[in-house]
C-alpha cells in the first residue's frame, strides 16, 4: 500500500497555489440560473479544463441542454486485469449573490477574513458550494501525481454548470451516456465536515419531492361572521393536509411511503447517537 504522508507533506508545500488557484476560481461569477452570466460559466468551465489539462487528464467541455459539463479522464497507467474505475462529481455554478447589499465584501472577490473564534475563513460566494470542495479533491489529486506520478486507479471528473438550477440536463446527458460513466466507486465532494477538525464521510442525504396542490373554495370573500363555520376555507384544508404528513415524532405518515425502505441498522443509529 502507498503512504500517504509524502503526498500530505506535498498538499502542504502546495498550500499558498492551491489557495491561488481556487480564489480565481472564485472569481468567475458562474450564476448559471441567469442568462446574464452564461459568458461566466463559459469561462468557469474553460478553467477548469485547462486545470484538468495541466494534470495530464484528457478533458474536454460536453454541451447539454444547460451550461456545459467538464469531463476529465485519467487512464491507469500500470499493470492489473481489472482496475478500479472512480468517477468524482462537483459543480462549478453557484447560487445568486443577492441581496448584495447584504455582503460586506464583493461575492466575487474572495478573502480571507478573521472570525470571532479566531480562525480563518474564505468569504465568497461558491466556497462553500462548491468550488472549495471541488477544489480540494483536484488539488489532492494534483499532490499525488506530482509524488507518485500517476494515480491507482481509473479516474473520471464530471463538472456539472446547473446542480443550482435545472438538473434535469445533467439527467439527460448521463442518461445519453451512462456507458462511459458507469463507476465502481463515485464521490460527491458537495458537503461539509462535522466540524473544522472532524471530516466527515457523507454515505446519504434526505431528498426533495416538490408537487402543487389547487385547493378551490368560494369565488369571492365571504364575511367570516356568517360563513366562517359552514363554508370550507382552502387555508384550513392546506393546513390540515399539510400537518397530517408527518405524525408528532417527524415520521412520514403518507400510506405506502416506507414500502421497500430498509430500516436502519442498529449500529448506524448508535453512531448518529454519538455524534
Request: proline share 7%; aromatic share 8%.
Amino acid at each position: 500500500m502507498t503512504h500517504p504522508d509524502p503526498v500530505l507533506a506535498r498538499i502542504d508545500q502546495q498550500f499558498t497555489e492551491s489557495l491561488e488557484s481556487l480564489f480565481e476560481l472564485l472569481r468567475f461569477p458562474s450564476v448559471a440560473t441567469d442568462p446574464a452570466h452564461d459568458a461566466d460559466c463559459l469561462k468557469a468551465a474553460n478553467w477548469l479544463k485547462a486545470r484538468l489539462e495541466a494534470m495530464g487528464f484528457s478533458a474536454s467541455l460536453r454541451p447539454t441542454t444547460g451550461q456545459p459539463v467538464v469531463v476529465g479522464k485519467y487512464e491507469y497507467r500500470g499493470g492489473g486485469s481489472h482496475v478500479p474505475h472512480i468517477l468524482f462529481y462537483g459543480h462549478y455554478d453557484v447560487q445568486p449573490a443577492d441581496p448584495l447589499d447584504l455582503w460586506e465584501t464583493p461575492p466575487f472577490e474572495p478573502q480571507i477574513r478573521k472570525e470571532k473564534d479566531g480562525k480563518d475563513a474564505i468569504i465568497a460566494r461558491g466556497a462553500t458550494d462548491d468550488k472549495g470542495q471541488l477544489m480540494t479533491f483536484l488539488e489532492a489529486s494534483r499532490a499525488w501525481l506530482s509524488v507518485h506520478g500517476g494515480l491507482p486507479f481509473r479516474l473520471t471528473v464530471l463538472i456539472e454548470g446547473d446542480e443550482e438550477g435545472d438538473t434535469t440536463h445533467l439527467d439527460r446527458f448521463l442518461r445519453d451516456n451512462a456507458r462511459e460513466f458507469a463507476a465502481d466507486a463515485a464521490f460527491i465532494c458537495d458537503t461539509e465536515m462535522w466540524n473544522d477538525t472532524t471530516p466527515a464521510i457523507i454515505t446519504m442525504l434526505r431528498g426533495c419531492i416538490s408537487d402543487e396542490v389547487t385547493i378551490t373554495g368560494p369565488r369571492r370573500d365571504l364575511h367570516s361572521g356568517r360563513y366562517g363555520g359552514p363554508a370550507v376555507n382552502p387555508i384550513k384544508v392546506l393546513s390540515r393536509i399539510m400537518a397530517a404528513i408527518h405524525d408528532k415524532n417527524g415520521r412520514i405518515a403518507i400510506p405506502g411511503f416506507y414500502d421497500g425502505v430498509k430500516p436502519l441498522p442498529s449500529a448506524l443509529r448508535k453512531q448518529w447517537a454519538a455524534l
